[in-house]
């Protein structure tokens, strides 16, 4: 059965400081999505990913996958940061699978 | 604007009460997807479907129904609400089934 693990589960950070979400799943992808959601609010798509690396803004995502890990970095971050993060498997055509997500909180 | 519309945004409903939760979108996207959101368990999907006609199943479809007659509508149906289908549930659509999600508002549901 495919899994998505993602650690840590909770991360508290001062304004400034460099964020890496990490995010594992066990069977092979066609595409990792990252996805925002604000407290109390909707959910926004940030990266999907089958390779490499992409960068937008200050938030940079990375997938290896041989390692079958994909990771989320936040640089510089800022209160307005404080979100879930979550992570899923989303092979095409069969089923999306998420992580239970990370809980940012960055004070200033 | 490109949008993926759901209503209603909250909905308070008794057990047995046959209910409908409409997702629109006005992208032409192929793919479309229900979700619910509970805590300590984070997102499921429960039903997708790649294009019209054609829908399958996720992780939790059991007490739901789904169907895609139009490309741009994809209503999440409950046949039977039942108290543990009380949760904040989400659409999504995207291009294809490997391309960026596009998210509704949700649609927060009680059901007593």
């Known amino acids: 059965k495919n899994e998505v693990e993602q650690s840590p589960q909770n991360l508290t950070a001062q304004e400034g400081e460099f964020i890496t979400i990490n995010c594992s799943y066990s069977?092979?992808?066609?595409?990792l999505h990252w996805l925002q959601q604000h407290p109390g609010g909707g959910i926004v798509s940030l990266f999907m990913?089958?390779?490499g690396k992409k960068k937008h803004g200050r938030l940079i995502a990375t997938i290896n996958i041989q390692e079958k890990h994909s990771s989320l970095h936040i640089t510089a971050s800022h209160p307005r940061d404080s979100a879930v993060y979550i992570c899923a498997d989303g092979q095409a055509g069969t089923a999306l699978i998420f992580g239970k997500g990370t809980t940012l909180s960055v004070s200033s | 604007e490109a949008q993926v519309t759901q209503n209603p945004r909250y909905l308070i409903t008794v057990t047995g009460k046959k209910l409908t939760v409409t997702c629109s979108q006005n992208m032409n996207h192929e793919y479309m997807s229900w979700y619910r959101q509970d805590p300590g368990l984070g997102l499921r999907q429960i039903y997708y479907?790649?294009?019209?006609?054609?829908?399958d199943k996720g992780d939790v479809p059991e007490g739901y129904k789904v169907s895609r007659k139009e490309k741009r509508n994809f209503p999440l149906i409950l046949e039977s609400p039942s108290p543990n289908q009380t949760s904040l549930y989400f659409c999504?659509?995207?291009?294809?089934?490997?391309?960026?999600?596009?998210f509704g508002n949700g649609t927060r549901l009680t059901v007593t």
């Open positions: 479907s790649m294009n019209v006609e054609v829908t």
């Open positions: 990913l089958s390779s």
């Open positions: 069977v092979g992808i066609s595409a």
């Open positions: 999504a659509s995207s291009f294809r089934g490997a391309s960026p999600l596009h």
